[in-house]
């Protein structure tokens, strides 16, 4: 340690000093707090942060027996992911990864490795794209029938809206070419089931299938968080969970085992419904639910997304959706009603007027409400103003421009193409925008999200000037949207996003400074620690 800092740390006997549990000294400490301001150090006792500001003013007050020297690395806010999905990431470890294929052949080859007990007899993968194959079709049963004959074989597109299965699954699960199911499709063709489900018909399997222990979801959620410890996630949001789920969460935070922070949007199923309808919010420690996830419509890749023209590649289909506009206006009254907050998943232009214009007919104007629009994929510039009108919040993953740049155009056509992945535009309307990854749809890493908003490049750098570059946001925006601006989108912004005095001790220590240092190097930074209420949750030395 430097003499002088010897010094300062004992300018005063510590009975006139202020006793904590750490002090961080010598740091590089973005605090994202209202004015952007930057620090040096921090007191931190308890799990909350006491002061915030110079190294030699922090010593002066300050005494602790835990002292670390940052030598100016950079401090960061916890990074918290807008939207997410956090336990079935946990569970999806026990699947097959299916990301990353290059052909039906390939997704079967890795199938035969499957290891069945880790999922009830199943073979069950996620993660394939047909749009990665040289076949670009989706693929059909015969040849999963073939080698799994009398294994059940459920496999789901990387986007969650589409899935596979094979015949003995069929039977298990009882659906065949007379099953029908609103706001989705049992593909048949040539009077044949192909064994592809398109959005809820998935659930047709989805309730049947044997992972729903909360033995199995306690596992599935402590690899999860340890996973997104490593890539400095504090906080997760959660799109989307089933009662059975939200209570598994609870029961493992109950148990002390919880660490990451959940903010979860609760699935508008019956049964999860009413029970929050009779109970109100649920809040634990480390857990919040306070809002519903709906689905308005499907997604891009799969052709589901609703559009107000049909598909350019696919000119007799405008997408599917989830709900009829008066079912849609009464449930999202009864969430009002409730005082609960609304998150819709709304892809195309359709689904996003339609969501819009539905929620303004509730909201009324400006309000505190905080609504949101999930993923805001391809919006009207007529419906933009809408956003800031009746204070809607757009939560949007950036890294799905630079996943979808190369198919979108062809669903999209080159004039629609200009009002996709317009975060630069959504940010505008309200000053703001909630920042994600969608994982495990996309990579859990959020470096790789700020990259996306602030180059619109792949992670092999492509394209060289940059996906629609005009709708790149700054750093410093960038930063907002996975920390203050996300916590403001759960109504966490008074305890955590920003790094001040009394809001939780989260925060992620980097190897390199993502607002300083060229862009290209952003692919290459590196967590070093990653704090949750003042303990050190993941070390990259240890």
């Not at 489900?197 to 968080?225: V, Y």
């Not at 890493?445 to 060289?464: E, H, I, Q, S």
């Not at 008074?494 to 809001?503: D, F, H, I, M, Q």
Request: net charge negative.
């Amino acid at each position: 340690m430097m003499p002088f800092l010897f010094a300062l740390l004992f300018a005063n006997a510590p009975d006139e000093r202020l006793e904590c549990d750490w002090i961080i000294i010598n740091a590089r400490i973005y605090t994202v707090d209202s004015a952007f301001s930057m620090a040096q150090a921090m007191a931190i006792d308890d799990g909350y942060i006491m002061e915030i500001g110079k190294t030699d003013s922090i010593l002066a007050h300050y005494w602790s027996l835990n002292v670390s020297d940052l030598e100016g690395k950079p401090v960061y806010p916890g990074f918290i992911d807008g939207h997410c999905h956090f336990l079935h990431y946990g569970v999806d470890l026990n699947y097959t990864d299916l990301t990353n294929t290059t052909s039906y052949y390939d997704v079967i080859e890795r199938l035969k490795k499957h290891d069945i007990a880790k999922t009830g007899g199943w073979v069950i993968g996620r993660g394939w794209d047909q749009n990665d194959w040289e076949i670009k079709e989706f693929p059909s049963r015969e040849a999963l029938d073939k080698v799994f004959p009398e294994t059940p074989v459920y496999i789901e597109r990387v986007d969650g809206h589409a899935a596979l299965i094979n015949g003995r699954a069929m039977q298990l699960l009882e659906i065949n070419e007379q099953s029908q199911v609103a706001g989705g499709i049992v593909e048949v063709k040539m009077g044949k089931c192909t064994g592809i489900l398109l959005d809820n018909a998935m659930e047709l399997a989805k309730k049947k299938m044997p992972t729903k222990s909360k033995t199995f979801l306690t596992t599935a959620l402590l690899r999860a968080q340890q996973d997104c410890f490593a890539v400095g996630l504090t906080s997760v949001q959660d799109a989307g969970l089933e009662l059975y789920e939200l209570l598994a969460i609870k029961a493992t935070d109950e148990a002390n085992k919880l660490k990451m922070r959940v903010y979860a949007m609760a699935t508008p199923d019956t049964k999860t419904f009413n029970y929050l309808l009779e109970n109100g919010q649920i809040q634990t420690a480390h857990l919040k639910v306070q809002s519903f996830k709906f689905y308005c419509d499907g997604a891009l890749g799969s052709r589901g997304a609703g559009l107000l023209k049909p598909y350019s590649d696919d000119p007799e289909n405008t997408g599917i959706y989830y709900f009829t506009p008066d079912s849609f206006q009464f449930m999202a009254q009864r969430v009002y009603n409730m005082g609960f907050q609304l998150c819709t998943h709304a892809i195309g232009d359709s689904a996003n007027r339609f969501t819009l214009n539905t929620y303004a007919s509730i909201l009324q104007g400006q309000n505190d409400l905080r609504w949101r629009i999930e993923h805001c994929q391809v919006v009207d510039k007529s419906d933009l103003p809408k956003f800031g009108q009746y204070d809607i919040l757009p939560s949007v993953q950036p890294v799905h421009a630079t996943s979808d740049m190369y198919w979108a155009i062809d669903r999209l056509g080159p004039e629609r193409i200009k009002n996709a992945y317009a975060y630069k535009d959504l940010m505008k309307q309200n000053g703001m925008y909630i920042g994600g990854s969608d994982f495990p749809v996309e990579n859990i890493d959020p470096l790789y999200g700020f990259y996306a908003a602030v180059a619109r490049k792949d992670r092999k750098n492509y394209p060289d000037k940059g996906f629609q570059k005009d709708q790149a946001v700054l750093r410093t925006d960038a930063l907002k949207a996975m920390t203050i601006w996300a916590a403001y989108g759960s109504f966490e912004e008074s305890v955590k996003g920003s790094l001040e005095a009394n809001k939780y001790a989260d925060f992620v220590i980097l190897d390199k400074d993502i607002l300083a240092i060229p862009e290209p190097e952003l692919l290459t930074v590196k967590v070093l620690k990653t704090v949750v209420g003042g303990e050190v949750v993941y070390d990259a030395e240890k």
